[in-house]
C-alpha cells in the first residue's frame, strides 16, 4: 500500500513539472595529441557505453578493469562522445534537435566548455574539411527550411562576437567595442551586425574571417587567445500561413558558443596585461559558475549581472531556451586535474533546470470571412 501511495506522489512529481527542462549535457574526448605522445602521455580517460566516463591518474590504457572499480571518478552524461566520434555525430546527437525546435520559433544555445586546447574551437567551428556544430548546424537549417517553403518566407541572420576582457565585439565587423542593453528579446549588443545568409555555403568563409578577427595571444601572434568567449547567434524568422490563411510569424534564435578556456590563469612574466585578462577571465568564467550554483541550488537571485558573458547568456541558462552543454576534455594524463575540473561542472550542469521555451510567435488574423479571397490570391501569384 506505501508503495502505490510513493508511485502515485512520483507520478504527481513529475506532472508538477511540465514546464521545466533540464541542460543536455555532452562530453567530448579528443584524440591524444601528437605532442602529447612525444612527451609519453597516458591516457586518463575511459568512455564505455557511449554515457560513462572514468577518469583516473594512473591506469594505463587498457586498464578498463581498474577505471571501472575506481570510486568517486565515475562521471555518467547524456551521452559521452570518445576519440573516434565524427563531427557529423556530434552534431546529431547534441543540436539536430535545437535546430528543430528554433524553427518552431523557439530559443536554443549550445555552449562549449573546457580547458584550453581541450576542443573546443574544434567542436564549435571545426576545419574546412571537417566542418564543426556551428557550420552543420546552419546547413541542415537552411536544408530544413527549404524542405518546408519554395517561396522565400523565411531569413536567416547571423551575427558573431566576442567577450574578451569584459569587452564585446563584433566579430564580422570589427571596431569599437558594443554596449549592452537589455530589451524585450533580452540582453543585446547595440550596433552589433546581422549579416542576412543566403546558402550555407558562404557560412563557413564566414565565420573562419570572423575567428581571424578573435583577440590573439600577445606573445603568439597567430594564436587565439585562450581568454576569449565567442558567440554566435542565428536567428531565423520564417513566415507561413495556417490552414485558415492566418500569417504565423516566427522567430527562433540559436546561440552557439564557444568559452574561453577553463584552466586557472597561469603564471606568467608579462604580468600587467595578462593579469588584468586574467582577472576578467576569471571574472566571466567565475561569474558563470556562481550562476550554475545559484540555478542548481534554486537561489531566487541569480548574479548575472556581475559579468558580460553571465548577461548574454541569461536567457540560455535561466529562460526560456533549451540549453546544451558540451565538455571537451583531452585523455592525457599531463592534463588531470583540468579533466577533473572540467567534469565536476559538467556533472553539476546536469542539475540545472531552466523553463521549456515558448515560441516567439505572432499571428496576423486574416479578416473575417477572406480567407478564400486570400487563397485564391496566393494561388494566382504562384502561376505567375
Ligand atoms: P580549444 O579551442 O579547446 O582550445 P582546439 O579546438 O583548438 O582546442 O583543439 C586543440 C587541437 O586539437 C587542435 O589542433 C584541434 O584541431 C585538435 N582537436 C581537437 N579536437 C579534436 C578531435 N575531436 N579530432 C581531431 N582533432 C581534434
Ligand atoms: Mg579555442
Sequence with gaps: ENLQETEKLEAADERSVPDESRILVFVRLRPMGKKEKEVGSRCCVRIVNRKDVYLTEFANENDYLRLKRLRGRHFTFDASFSDTTTQQEVYSTTTADLVESVLQGKNGSVFCYGATGAGKTYTMLGTVGNPGVMVLAIKDLFTKVRQRSCDGNHAVHLSYLEVYNETVKDLLSPGRPLVLREDK???VAAGLTQYRAYS????MALLLQGNQNRTTEPTRANETSSRSHAILQV???YRVRDS???VINRVGKLSLID???SERALATDQRTLRSIEGANINRSLLALSSC???LVEAKKHIPYR???????LKD?????CNTVMIANISPSNLLFSETQNTLHWADRAKQIRTKASNANEQITQVPEGHADQVKLLLELQKEN
Design 235 to 237: 536567428v531565423v524568422e
Design 259 to 261: 568559452l574561453a578556456g
Design 200 to 203: 550555407p555555403d558562404e557560412v
Design 316 to 320: 540560455s541558462l535561466g529562460g526560456s
Design 292 to 294: 550554475i550554483n545559484a
Design 244 to 246: 485558415a490563411m492566418n
Design 185 to 187: 528579446q533580452g540582453m
Design 306 to 312: 556581475n559579468s558580460k558573458l553571465t548577461q548574454l
